[in-house]
């Protein structure tokens, strides 16, 4: 059923490409020598090429199992948005593909790619920009398609996954990651494409089980709060906290709830059940 959705979708783009590029003079074809390509994960269409696969062994090699299938469930889900998108026209399924596979290097189970004064987010951001320097320089894939402007679009994603009220405003390829990243919290219920069914979050989730992501990512964010706590409520950014003093005391830095909590009569048990928060530890069972 799923399949049969999605084949005419993916076939329909190979057209569609292949008639675009055709179009394409000689000079810029190289631009796009990988843009067919493709592979069927758990159903979906995903794009492959050399760096795809290189950032999926990437992920691999920085990830828990509950982490990484958390990952690629949040890959596949952005791609089946993208794919029903009005804007897919705008999106290179690469930058994805990319985008949603390194999001979560903040989690570096080895601890090489976590620092201990950055929030997790700008880790995973700045480690996947260097990921895709290393991947220009080691030859796997080619400076010429990855100028700032794509890699920018990669570090956004990642930077603002957790921030739902900047990234629905951002690209739609920043937006659709960050997307099928909150999907897959609670499936249709928490995706702001409002593009996901869910035929589609049961078919992904049977080939990459949950493995209790409710505790593990929470067991995560509590190592953060215990380890980093001042990434964790954030700041009001001064120039003399960034390059002088990493420890100093910050506040959170959407500085709004710091009004709410100090002034407004039960602003935080008016919260309570709107928050990321109840969005993780309710997220749906495996
Ligand atoms: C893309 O598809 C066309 C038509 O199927 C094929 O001729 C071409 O070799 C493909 N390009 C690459 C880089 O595989
Ligand atoms: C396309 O993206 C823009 C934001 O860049 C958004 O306003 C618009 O709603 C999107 N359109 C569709 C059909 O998704
Ligand atoms: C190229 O660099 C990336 C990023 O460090 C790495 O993951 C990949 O394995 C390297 N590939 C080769 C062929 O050396
Ligand atoms: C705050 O909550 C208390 C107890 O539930 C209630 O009596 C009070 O009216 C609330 N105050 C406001 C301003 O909502």
Known sequence: MYLLKQLPIGALFVLLWTSLSNAIPNSKKGRNEHANQTRVIAGVTVPDTPLVRAAQAYARAHADDMSYNHIMRTWLFGAIMISRSG????ID????????????????NTGELVSHDKRFEI?????????IEASVNNGTT?????????????????????????FVYKQPLVFLTAAGINADFQGPNS??????????????????????????VTK???????????????KLLYKEDIFRDHQAHRDSDNFMMQFGERYVANYSQ????????????NALPN
């Open 87 to 90: 804007n897919r026209s705008t």
């Open 93 to 108: 399924p690469e930058v994805h593909a990319v985008s949603a596979l390194l999001h979560d290097l903040g989690w570096d």
């Open 123 to 131: 880790d995973g951001a700045i480690a996947a920009w260097n990921f």
């Open 142 to 166: 080619q400076s010429y398609k990855w100028d700032d402007n794509r890699k920018q679009l990669v570090w956004d994603a990642i930077a603002l996954h957790t921030t739902p009220s900047i």
């Open 191 to 216: 995706d702001l494409s409002g593009l996901l069914t869910w035929d589609d979050y049961y078919q992904v989730k049977a080939s990459f089980p949950r493995l209790n992501l409710a505790s593990g």
């Open 220 to 234: 995560i964010m509590c190592g953060f709060a215990i380890n980093k706590p001042a990434t964790t409520y954030g």
């Open 270 to 281: 008016n919260a309570v059940g709107h928050l990321g928060i109840d969005e993780i530890v």
